[in-house]
């Protein structure tokens, strides 16, 4: 478990996800399984990516006084736009990115790509850009899923990719608050293993903890996969170093809370790259634990689980809930058990004798100091479980999800080869409106999917909880159709009105990209929408940032256009 | 304690806190304690404050016509500019608010009191206002102590102040999710006794609780004294609605988080009316706690009993530390001590004979559902305690304090009466850097009173605690000077040195209002002040709401003239 949390993967290979070498593949009963319910095998000749010297790249464009420029800022060495830089910053690692740079399109690579080495050179570069009209896209793990580091260059003729891998040091730790600041660069196991000689832990897992970076986190509203023992990104995040081309913002960290004003910490958090790049951030860190306890329960159906969890996160309040707590609904929970093959079918076979025909897996994990105090947790977890009908399973099923967390997204990357499309969306909502969201999303993608003539698996779980509600976490599995993007974006569509018209948020922890900027409008208001062109014009006058990310072009442009 | 929740009591007197009748006086033994300590007594002839007909008023300069505007969107019962109506509207409860209130000094007072209904109301209000350039001060409960609802006019030649008392009904109540919608107008008895009948609580007990609105402790980023256990009101707030002279904002309230892009709920928390009106907010809600639990200890001195905060709010993480924790530091411990008269002097005596001779007392309350839960969390903490040297007091103390909690205000208006000082002030930092502010900020403060001629009683309590750090607040009683009002600014002004000096926020939960707003740029650095500027002037473009507050006059003027 400490070694999964510490282990440092290369950069991940730039037409898929992560360390190929970490890859796990389907076993034959899972593929048995697919062809049976979305009609998809194995093909005998796997559509492999193009080799790189095939991906197609625009011309570069950047001027050669803006080069210079860059290059005396950050040295020769760290100006780059050998094809293996620009193809491997063409993207992130949505469907829709790994498709198209599979298949050779590299349209959205950026001219070059900037490795600055300090905050200042970074602020120094934004300056440069903003002085010649370049488009920045700034680059942690690149692993966003909604377009967030695509290097589109908006109204401008370049565009650079600022990647921030250099800016990799732990610059501050106070034991005593347990407080520390990380330079924006940092990936995740690299954040842990700065932590753990001192015996701390930032708590924080998103699948793509191997990959994606501090800045990236911040960027984007990052939730860890034990969000509810260890908070949120924004609930943990206590101060930040700002780049823009006006200058540096520094927020926060003079106190775990203030009331001197609106909290302007809140407008980098989330900020996507459109408004700054984060160089450095200070975030809350805890006690590694020195215990953990796993707990594996089946509820009878989706509902009285989600009562369960609700009754969890509300009415015992005081540490009985898990650290965490992800949930399948019956469709995920039919999947898991029957890729987990044989052990699978005893789990089922199991269940049916206890009466749980539509089971809904819950996996649980404890953190803390003490066996005896983690014991206590449980059991008072327990009696809530049992109330609900939960049916007790072996702790292993949880520790096996623990131990294959991260490996999730390399399934994709073999899918694809047999023209598999799997994809994931995300929502949250209240408790009183989930099952109606859970319901709807899940509805308007198979329809979408069945409309394609590619009946498709739609899985569903549940793994942030909060007093007032809890996120959804889609994942849809279907043959590709003849355009993949546009199949899966017709289904993402679907999901999204879906999500609009339930009241849910557009996107829990994914962030809005270039994916769900039409969406904001929604979310914000016309008057919400002009507030962040208004911090977007004082921040970014010129607008070079991130162009089309998290403020669509369209309702950027007025403020913009007026100060250019 | 549910009817110290419930109580409902008249609106502040003009000139002092609450309901007279509520007040206690001091005792003899206090007053005794008081004159030799600070060589202050009781009057023979106590300076009492003005009759209501003596105070001051400047001239109503509303013009007629935007007053008949006015009087034709809330109707003319609900224009008022009669003199009991303007005094009372004056300004808020600081010390100099009362100290200028008492003399007859009423320059502060609004032109008139404008009472809408509906936040429809509100948005017409403020358009007329914006259109006549005419100043608004939106008017809670009115207990702000940094000048947050004086009836500054700015550049213009009219103020009103916008009462929101009208607005205040429940709106929504969703009892799964335990989310409530309240108007802003709502003042904290209202709502505990809005959300009793379903159980529920908000748990927001600031010392104003009696007094003070949902929207004035949304406005202001509110701390309630159960903060550990319910959350401050930013923690909690899940949604609001803004009403502005652009129109309304809508934010937050589908889902208890996202990653949709920067927070803009937390440019509405904290915006003190500069930015805005708030008229409804959403919050988290919770169960009202069948069972409590006190506890009251003391520990061999401040350091100690620092490092037992601490580690509650750290290392145990699970729901051992109390929903309220308030500590005294030896100051404080020694005022309260000898305030209590001879359950005090048995207190010290038992206390020495533990050989406790500097105590610091710490009062403590866990809330939950069930009393056994509650003792197994208060047998967690005691070891803990005990670990740091605390030596256990009859709970009854902590059981007192928490009877008189919302009490404490009521003092200052007698002892005005007798010409002593007693005022407060706040802030917080990491815990590492607590120690130092607490030293460096009450050296501050002792010494400007020292220089003054007139040394004073300085005490503090710790009475929120985070896992990176805690609150202090201070309170001073001094006799008053010639010139009391620049005797305690000189006193706040060493203070706020201190606190900036020492990398603590310039205020926790009092907000900045007026008298803050000149450390503001210290803390968000002049980029923050430009991003709030640019929010003003999108939101508010005439720059007519609560001209002076949050952001000075000097802060904000470029970006709102320009539009002017």
Same sequence: chains 1, 2.
């Avoid at 590709?480 to 557009?506: G, H, N, Y």
Wanted: proline fraction near 6%; charge should be negative.
């Amino acid at each position: 478990m400490a070694d999964l949390l510490t282990h440092s993967i290369p950069r991940s290979v730039w037409h898929g996800w992560g360390d190929p070498a970490e890859a796990h593949r389907l076993p034959d009963h899972a593929w048995a399984y697919l062809t049976e319910r979305v009609g998809a095998g194995r093909l005998d000749h796997p559509h492999r990516p193009v080799a790189i010297e095939n991906v197609v790249l625009p011309e570069t464009t950047l001027a050669e006084p803006v080069r210079a420029a860059l290059e005396a800022v950050v040295g020769t060495d760290h100006v780059r736009d050998d094809r293996a830089a620009r193809v491997e910053h063409a993207g992130g690692k949505s469907f829709a990115d790994l498709v198209r740079i599979r298949r050779g399109d590299g349209s959205h690579a950026p001219d070059a790509v900037v490795y600055p080495g300090t905050p200042a050179e970074v602020q120094q570069v934004l300056q440069i850009c903003a002085e010649h009209r370049v488009a920045v896209v700034p680059f942690g793990g690149g692993t966003s899923v909604v377009g967030g580091v695509s290097a589109l260059r908006g109204p401008f003729a370049s565009v650079i990719t600022l990647d921030l891998r250099r800016l990799a040091a732990m610059t501050a730790l106070d034991p005593v608050s347990k407080v520390a600041t990380f330079q924006a660069g940092m990936r995740g196991p690299e954040v842990e293993a700065a932590l753990r000689p001192f015996g701390l832990t930032l708590g924080h897992y998103p699948q793509s903890h191997q990959e994606a970076t501090i800045g990236g986190y911040v960027a984007t509203r990052s939730a860890g996969q034990a969000s509810t023992g260890y908070g949120r990104i924004d609930e943990i995040v206590l101060g930040a170093r700002l780049a823009t081309p006006e200058g540096e913002l520094v927020v926060g960290g003079r106190s775990p809370a203030s009331a001197a004003g609106p909290d302007l910490l809140d407008l980098v958090v989330g900020s996507e790259g459109a408004l700054g790049v984060i160089t450095e951030a200070t975030l809350q860190v805890a006690a590694f634990p020195a215990a953990k306890r796993h707990g594996t329960w089946a509820f009878p159906g989706f509902d009285a689980a989600v009562d369960a969890l609700r009754e969890l996160a509300q009415d015992l309040g005081h540490g009985t809930i898990p650290d965490v707590c992800r949930l399948s609904d019956p469709d995920e929970t039919e999947v898991s058990v029957t890729m987990a093959g044989p052990a699978g079918k005893a789990l089922t076979a199991y269940l049916r004798a206890r009466r749980v025909s539509t089971p809904a897996l819950a996996v649980f994990v404890w953190e803390g100091a003490d066996r005896g105090e983690l014991r206590r947790r449980a059991r008072r977890c327990e009696t809530v479980l049992r109330r609900h009908g939960a049916v007790k399973l072996p702790a292993a099923v949880a520790r096996t999800w623990e131990r294959g967390r991260f490996s999730g997204p390399y399934l994709r990357d073999e899918l694809l080869d047999h023209e598999v499309l799997a994809e994931t969306l995300e929502t949250a909502t209240t408790w009183a409106d989930l099952r109606t969201a859970h319901g709807a999303v899940r509805a308007a993608l198979q329809g979408a999917f069945e409309a394609a003539g590619t009946p498709a698996v739609v899985q569903c779980h549940v793994s942030h909880v909060y007093p007032a509600g809890a996120s959804l976490y889609f994942t849809c599995i279907a043959r590709c159709a003849e355009d993949p993007v546009a199949q899966w974006f017709a289904a993402k569509s679907a999901a999204s009105a879906a999500i609009l018209a339930s009241r849910a948020t557009i996107t829990h922890h994914h962030a809005i990209g270039t994916d769900h900027a039409r969406f904001l409008g929604e979310e914000v208001g016309t008057l919400g929408l002009r507030l962040l062109a208004a911090a977007k014009a004082t921040l970014d006058p010129r607008g070079v940032l991130n162009p089309g990310k998290l403020i669509a072009a369209s309702d950027q442009g007025a403020e913009v256009e007026s100060r250019g």
